[in-house]
């Protein structure tokens, strides 16, 4: 009777025990996955196209163009953009995971900002859409940022890491490649000036990497390095769309390189300054108005004279 006792009650044990642990799968095993974690998941080198909608702006329309970005004006023109804010942005978006679910209603949308004064991001390969997605508020939550999202079909409102608002709530010019002038000074061989007044000069490396005129007059070394450090990365900051620049340019730069040659334009601006143009940045003019710019790439050859003891 004993060993009867003894094994009825180890099979209810065993029954008790099975019970337990099923509950406890079905429940906290339901309990770690409450929302959607993975929001995104993109391979770059397959997006096409690129858009964003904000509340009163015009819609910001980013192509691919073979291994190129560019971006569309208002007249229809499509002008380059910058590879490495469109990069980073489609980084960011690659793989979103979600690291808290705010909210399932859409009275909280507004709270959140995904609603209609949100960013819309929207994401194609081809024809294909890849992500359409309401970019919100961001918030330093303790010792990191977070971006609330949603899924603009969806009702759940996310928390992610990063500050994507500062990613996507940008103007339309701060997706387009400023580029006047960019490159390698080690890869410089020769620099012809030519302009008005005193801006006409050749500059020529030497054997040593010392930069001389052609009659071998050893020019001032920190100038000369502070002067090609400036132009191996030259950025303007208006562009002058719609306004083409007409006549022979009032100053011209020619750098030979390893590779193509390199070359800079400034043409007289009615308006007054110049209008800057480059090879690196075709079709692509930045106003000047008050000529700072122009004489950043065409100071006074006095500049580079070597001092007379």
Same mark, same amino acid.
């Not at 929302?35 to 015009?58: C, H, N, W, Y």
């Not at 012809?192 to 000069?201: E, H, V």
């Given at each position: @009777?004993?060993?009867? $006792?003894?094994?009825?009650?180890?099979?209810?044990?065993?029954?008790?025990?099975?019970?337990?642990?099923?509950?406890?799968?079905? $429940?906290?095993?339901?309990?770690? !996955?409450? =929302?959607?974690?993975? %929001?995104?998941?993109?391979?770059?080198?397959?997006?096409?196209?690129?858009?964003?909608?904000?509340?009163?702006?015009?819609?910001?329309?980013?192509?691919?163009?073979?291994?190129?970005?560019?971006? !569309?004006?208002?007249?229809? #023109?499509?002008?380059?953009?910058?590879?490495?804010?469109?990069?980073?942005?489609?980084?960011?978006?690659?793989?979103?995971?979600?690291?808290?679910?705010?909210?399932?209603?859409?009275? &909280?949308?507004?709270?959140?900002?995904?609603?209609?004064?949100?960013? !819309?991001?929207?994401?194609?390969?081809?024809?294909?859409?890849?992500?359409?997605?309401?970019?919100?508020?961001?918030? =330093?939550?303790?010792? /990191?940022?977070?971006?609330?999202?949603?899924?603009?079909?969806?009702?759940?409102?996310?928390?992610?890491?990063?500050?994507?608002? @500062?990613? =996507?709530?940008?103007?339309?010019?701060?997706? /387009?490649?400023?580029?006047?002038?960019?490159?390698?000074?080690?890869?410089?061989?020769?620099?012809?000036?030519?302009?008005?007044?005193?801006?006409? %000069?050749?500059?020529?490396?030497?054997?040593?990497?010392?930069?001389?005129?052609?009659?071998?007059?050893? %020019?001032?070394?920190?100038?000369?390095?502070?002067?090609?450090?400036?132009?191996?990365?030259?950025?303007?900051?208006?562009?002058? &769309?719609?306004?083409?620049?007409?006549?022979?340019?009032?100053?011209?730069?020619?750098?030979?390189?390893?590779?193509?040659?390199?070359?800079?334009?400034? +043409? #007289?601006?009615?308006?007054?300054?110049?209008?800057?143009?480059?090879?690196?940045?075709?079709?692509? +003019?930045?106003?000047?108005?008050?000529?700072?710019?122009?004489?950043?790439? +065409?100071?006074?050859? #006095?500049? +580079?004279?070597?001092?007379?003891?």
């Amino acid at each position: @009777m004993f060993k009867r $006792f003894s094994n009825r009650h180890l099979l209810i044990a065993l029954g008790v025990l099975a019970g337990l642990y099923l509950l406890s799968f079905a $429940f906290g095993g339901r309990k770690t !996955r409450t =929302f959607k974690e993975t %929001l995104s998941l993109i391979d770059t080198a397959q997006v096409s196209r690129l858009q964003i909608e904000r509340p009163g702006q015009e819609t910001v329309d980013i192509i691919k163009n073979g291994a190129d970005w560019q971006l !569309r004006l208002s007249s229809g #023109a499509l002008v380059p953009a910058e590879p490495g804010t469109v990069n980073r942005a489609l980084d960011q978006l690659s793989r979103l995971v979600a690291t808290q679910l705010v909210s399932r209603r859409e009275s &909280d949308w507004a709270t959140y900002k995904v609603d209609s004064t949100g960013t !819309r991001v929207k994401v194609f390969g081809g024809e294909t859409p890849l992500l359409d997605l309401m970019v919100g508020r961001s918030e =330093f939550q303790q010792t /990191r940022q977070t971006s609330y999202v949603r899924l603009h079909d969806e009702e759940e409102v996310y928390g992610v890491n990063g500050f994507l608002e @500062m990613s =996507f709530n940008r103007d339309r010019d701060d997706w /387009r490649n400023r580029i006047l002038l960019s490159g390698n000074r080690n890869e410089w061989s020769m620099l012809t000036r030519k302009g008005a007044g005193d801006s006409s %000069l050749v500059m020529v490396k030497g054997l040593g990497n010392e930069w001389m005129l052609p009659d071998s007059t050893v %020019l001032d070394r920190t100038e000369v390095n502070t002067y090609l450090t400036g132009l191996s990365n030259l950025r303007g900051s208006t562009f002058a &769309d719609g306004q083409a620049p007409s006549g022979l340019p009032v100053y011209q730069l020619q750098i030979t390189t390893t590779g193509e040659p390199l070359e800079v334009r400034a +043409f #007289a601006d009615p308006a007054g300054g110049y209008l800057l143009g480059s090879t690196q940045n075709p079709g692509v +003019f930045f106003r000047d108005p008050d000529s700072s710019l122009t004489q950043r790439v +065409f100071p006074p050859v #006095a500049r +580079f004279l070597p001092v007379e003891e």
